[in-house]
């Protein structure tokens, strides 16, 4: 079994994409061109402020999305 490089699903990516060009209203183009971390980063950033805006408790059992 050969070792190469896993692709990222393309589900995700179009999951990842349409909400950063939904909230931020960024060209496909654009987000596309960034790397994946970024894209995530984006995505997580964003969905903080959305919980903050409707006063969504914190998970506390939401490891992924923990504050640095």
């Not at 079994?1 to 939904?22: H, L, N, R, T, W």
């Not at 970024?38 to 959305?50: A, G, K, V």
């Amino acid at each position: 079994m050969g070792g190469g490089i896993k692709s990222y699903p393309a589900d995700k990516i179009y999951q990842e994409v349409a909400f950063i060009a939904y909230y931020m209203h960024w060209p496909h183009d654009q987000i596309m061109s960034m790397e994946h971390r970024d894209r995530r980063r984006w995505c997580e950033e964003i969905s903080q402020i959305n919980r903050r805006l409707n006063d969504e408790p914190e998970n506390m059992f939401d490891v992924f999305n923990k504050k640095r």
